[in-house]
């Protein structure tokens, strides 16, 4: 078993930042990929950013240029780098890691809330 916490979050300007945080603790070494979905109200979630142990990565067009991922094997941690924000990355962000099939690991979420 994997437990993530996330943490992080919260109120944003549009046109400001936030750094989301997620720990992985337990069965780490069967996680190879970690990242971050989001899911708005009446939307499905969907991928933000993920990033494997060797380092690639994989951003959704909405994001791109605007968040990055990066990631601290040592202590199994990801972050999510958000700048630039707008109000449509209004969500609460997930931190997920896939293990070993079929299993699938989720955060608890974190609201982030961009609004003026």
């Known amino acids: 078993q994997v437990r993530l916490v996330e943490s992080g979050g919260g109120l944003a300007q549009p046109g400001g930042s936030l750094i989301l945080s997620c720990v992985a603790s337990g069965d780490v070494s069967s996680i190879d990929v970690m990242g971050w979905y989001r899911q708005s109200a009446g939307n499905q979630r969907d991928l933000v950013a993920v990033k494997t142990r060797g380092g690639t990565t994989n951003y959704s067009a909405s994001v791109k240029g605007r968040f990055t991922i990066s990631r601290d094997n040592a202590e199994n941690t990801v972050y999510l780098q958000m700048n630039n924000l707008k109000p449509e990355d209004t969500a609460v962000y997930y931190c997920?890691?896939?293990?070993?099939?079929?299993?699938?690991?989720w955060g608890q979420g974190t609201q982030v809330t961009v609004s003026s």
């Open positions: 997920n890691a896939p293990g070993a099939w079929p299993l699938e690991y």
